[in-house]
T-cell receptor, first 115, second 115 residues
């Protein structure tokens, strides 16, 4: 079974803090993704990576950065947390199937509260 | 560009009744289509997917979906709802071309099941 793990289920941080969210997958997947999920807005893609040290901006990258130093690990960084970054953060991974993605497998999510 | 529309942000059914969750997509190429389920405070779990071949796809927990190209639809059904089906359901289409890893998600439909 594919397993995607996230470092924390719940996190509380203060405005201005630097926040690291970690994600690890154990299936040797090429692609990894970070989404945020807010009520009524669905899932919005923040960043994704299709290889080690590669990254691509998603729909809402502002205020975030990412790091992928190893194939199995993809980190999301909030450089200076703000209250509008309070959200559920979901990590996912997938392999490629020809010219398009195969199934994305999701972690359990991190519910981040910024005070 | 691909897009997904889920009709109805909230659907309520009685236990034992038919579940029908609607999804329409737009894609200029043959799509890969997915349905995911999310239980409260958890990540997304794959219910079923369509890539090629048989247009009626069976998934986990008694759900199935039919790909109808002429209607650009991929509606999710279950003959008899169970209390444990209460969750949020997301339809997604694979992105083709430049961003090979991405899925485009609908905004989700929250299913309530009444006893």
């Amino acid at each position: 079974d594919v397993k995607v793990t996230q470092s924390s289920r719940y996190l509380v941080k203060r405005t201005g803090e630097k926040v690291f969210l970690e994600c690890v997958q154990d299936m040797d997947h090429e692609n990894m993704f970070w989404y945020r999920q807010d009520p009524g807005l669905g899932l919005r893609l923040i960043y994704f990576s299709y290889d080690v040290k590669m990254k691509e901006k998603g729909d809402i990258p502002e205020g975030y950065s990412v790091s992928r130093e190893k194939k199995e690990r993809f980190s999301l960084i909030l450089e200076s947390a703000s209250t509008n970054q309070t959200s559920m953060y979901l990590c996912a991974s997938s392999s490629l199937a020809g010219d398009r993605t195969d199934t994305q497998y999701f972690g359990p999510g991190t519910r981040l509260t910024v005070l | 560009a691909q897009s997904v529309t889920q009709l109805g942000s909230h659907v309520s059914v009685s236990e034992g009744a038919l579940v029908l969750l609607r999804c329409n997509y737009s894609s200029s190429v043959p799509p890969y289509l997915f349905w995911y389920v999310q239980y409260p405070n958890q990540g997304l779990q794959l219910l079923l997917k369509y890539t090629t071949g048989a247009t009626l796809v069976k998934g986990i927990n008694g759900f199935e979906a039919e790909f109808k190209k002429s209607e650009t639809s991929f509606h999710l059904t279950k003959p008899s709802a169970h209390m444990s089906d209460a969750a949020e359901y997301f339809c997604a289409v694979s992105e083709y071309g430049g961003s090979q890893g991405n899925l485009i998600f609908g905004k989700g439909t929250k299913l309530s099941v009444k006893p």
